[in-house]
């Protein structure tokens, strides 16, 4: 459902063992207790507080600052096929009724990541990364092809 890792013998993975050791690569999820690992209950609590204070620091917050770098749908391109939904890890892509009946992406930047998956998968060459569009990366290649090798 918060599409957090599981490991073989059905426990949750943390983002990372060090350096996140109560966040999940999902935001805003956090792992404390048994639902880790088999602990004895000081563990279970410590971590508990770990997640407690690291929760807080998200919400006693104003604001949210998103990603910088987010997917964004073309709807003129879009034809509601679906693939960008069941590729985005985070949720961020839904499809969204139109008047016509038909369906349209839309992305949600606050849960979007940047990760590029929905882009990358697009049929229609609909969804496009904000400072990685298509005309920008070409742009760039073309330069790199312009530019004489060795300096010369």
Not at 133 to 138: D, G, N
């Amino acid at each position: 459902m918060v599409k957090v890792p599981i490991s073989k013998d059905g426990f949750y993975f943390e983002a990372h063992q060090k350096l996140r050791p109560v966040d999940f690569a999902t935001e805003g999820v956090y792992v404390a207790g048994a639902a880790h690992w088999p602990k004895f209950m000081d563990e279970c609590i410590a971590q508990a507080s770990g997640a407690a204070s690291r929760m807080l620091t998200v919400i006693s917050k104003d604001k949210i600052i998103s990603e910088g770098i987010t997917a964004v749908a073309n709807p003129d391109r879009c034809d509601g096929c679906g693939v960008c939904v069941g590729c985005c890890d985070y949720n961020a892509v839904s499809l969204v009724e139109q008047a016509n009946g038909g369906s349209k992406s839309f992305v949600n930047a606050g849960l979007c990541k940047g990760c590029g998956c929905c882009v990358a998968s697009c049929p229609a060459g609909a969804m496009e990364q904000r400072g990685f569009r298509s005309k920008q990366i070409i742009a760039e290649i073309d330069a790199c092809l312009d530019y004489p090798v060795g300096g010369e």
